[in-house]
């Protein structure tokens, strides 16, 4: 069995079911609790079942940021953030209240548990919100008409899939105009379902594409290895080693390559158990093309057509969608 608790609400999981109704019975005998079935919202998430699985959104969430913000009836947009934007470098007008787009951009962030297209765009906006400006409040109205035009977007867990773990990591090099970091971006999957994703700027400024790429590929074989021991604790033992995708080549062959010559001897040592996990077989790297690159998505703001792409191929689906 597995447990979650937050204050007073409480999820119960487990294979057995009667193991669960003497606990549960145990715990009512303790606290008085109270039974609510299977469950169906939890923490503003809701959960629907179905033969394919479990389909986890924020629907009544999202509608209602986009309410209080006063853009139940504006016209949606097919993307959160314009291609090319300039938000790092808006010099216009400071906002009048800015405890109102922090508070927005606090929502938008609990927003992102079941809506990892929107990662990228939060990301971005959130940097600015210890002096937000005009532009950037725009850019965050533009969120909320993407938001307004696909409420029903969430994520899919499907039932009767094999429980291996799959990572795809890309990085923006030198994206912060500012900094001159570069962009993290990492997907896992499990079973083909959606089920860590992040957006991060590198805490160092990389010399090159290429590193950049590996800092992005330590991140996510970090995030594999902490999911592989997380789901052992659980009892789920992928029948594979882990396969991590990147559309680097050069990236690709610092990893699988143990000689240290000029292009790597600028990067830290402790990115190299990339390295040490391919080598004992824990961890399969592959190539990747760059437009069928899943965790491009998290690193850059893209067109209309490839955005939708990619959204399809995160794994999320739109529950009310017609057929």
Not at 128 to 138: C, D, L, N, S
Not at 242 to 253: E, G, I, Y
Request: charged share 20%.
């Amino acid at each position: 069995m597995a447990l979650l608790v937050y204050v007073d609400d409480i999820v119960l999981a487990g294979n057995d079911t009667s193991a669960c109704s003497k606990f549960k019975a145990y715990l009512h005998a303790c606290f008085s609790i109270k039974d609510l079935g299977p469950l169906k919202y939890f923490l503003g998430i809701e959960v629907a079942h179905g033969p394919k699985g479990l389909f986890l959104s924020q629907r009544k969430y999202a509608l209602e940021i986009v309410d209080e913000c006063g853009l139940l009836g504006a016209k949606p947009s097919d993307f959160p953030l314009e291609e090319n934007h300039k938000l790092a470098l808006a010099t216009g007008p400071l906002l009048d209240d800015a405890g109102r787009y922090r508070r927005l951009l606090g929502r938008l962030i609990y927003l992102t548990i079941t809506r990892p297209d929107l990662c990228y765009a939060v990301h971005i906006l959130s940097q600015f919100m210890q002096a937000p400006r005009e532009e950037h409040m725009t850019a965050a109205c533009r969120v909320l008409r993407y938001i307004k035009g696909t409420p029903d977007c969430g994520i899919l867990l499907h039932a009767n899939t094999d429980l291996n773990l799959i990572g795809y990591c890309d990085s923006d090099w030198g994206a912060c105009p500012l900094t001159r970091r570069s962009l993290t971006g990492y997907l896992v999957t499990l079973g083909g379902s959606p089920i860590s994703w992040k957006t991060k700027k590198q805490i160092t400024v990389s010399r090159s594409s290429a590193e950049a790429e590996y800092r992005s590929m330590a991140a996510a074989t970090s995030e594999l290895v902490w999911l592989q021991s997380l789901l052992a604790s659980l009892g789920v033992f992928p029948t594979t080693a882990m396969r991590l995708f990147c559309d680097s080549q050069a990236a690709l062959h610092i990893a699988k390559n143990p000689v240290f010559h000029e292009r790597t001897k600028h990067i830290e040592i402790d990115c190299h158990f990339v390295r040490e996990r391919v080598h004992c077989g824990a961890l399969v790297l592959s190539h990747i093309a760059s437009r069928l690159q899943p965790a491009d998505i998290f690193t850059k703001a893209l067109g209309k057509r490839q955005f939708q792409y990619l959204r399809s191929k995160l794994g999320m689906v739109n529950f009310h969608a017609p057929t």
